[in-house]
Nanobody, 114 residues
Framework: VQVVESGGGLVQPGGSLRLSCVVS????????MSWYRQISGKEREPVASITSTGYNANYADSVDGRAKISRDNTKNMVFLELNNLKVEDTATYYC????????WGQGTQVTVPS
C-alpha cells in the first residue's frame, strides 16, 4: 500500500491551501480516510476523517469551520482544504488509510509563519 501526500508549503496567515493524498495498492473506496498532523515536539493528532462513501466527515475542534475533507473514489484520492490558516496550523500533515491496519503516508509540511 502506498500513500503519498502533496500540497504542503508556506502559506501566510489567513491563507488557504489544499492537501492531496493518492493511495494505491488497496481497495480505496472500501475504507475511511483520515488526516492527522504533528506539530513539532507534540504527538500526532487527528484533524479530519471521512467515511468510505464520502457522505460523512468529522473534524477536530481546532480546525472545525476552517477545514473540509473530501475524496474522489474514482481517483483513489482524498483532499484536505484548510482555510484561514493560523500560525498554530504549522505542522506535518499525514494521510491515513483506515484499512485492515492503518497505512500512513510520509507527510507534507505546512508552514504558516508568524
Amino acid at each position: 500500500v502506498q500513500v503519498v501526500e502533496s500540497g504542503g508549503g508556506l502559506v501566510q496567515p489567513g491563507g488557504s491551501l489544499r492537501l492531496s493524498c493518492v493511495v494505491s495498492g488497496i481497495a480505496f473506496s472500501r475504507y475511511a480516510m483520515s488526516w492527522y498532523r504533528q506539530i513539532s515536539g507534540k504527538e500526532r493528532e487527528p484533524v479530519a476523517s471521512i467515511t468510505s462513501t464520502g457522505y460523512n466527515a468529522n473534524y477536530a475542534d481546532s480546525v472545525d469551520g476552517r477545514a473540509k475533507i473530501s475524496r474522489d473514489n474514482t481517483k483513489n484520492m482524498v483532499f484536505l482544504e484548510l482555510n484561514n490558516l493560523k500560525v498554530e496550523d504549522t505542522a506535518t500533515y499525514y494521510c491515513v488509510v483506515r484499512g485492515p491496519q492503518n497505512y500512513w503516508g510520509q507527510g507534507t509540511q505546512v508552514t504558516v509563519p508568524s
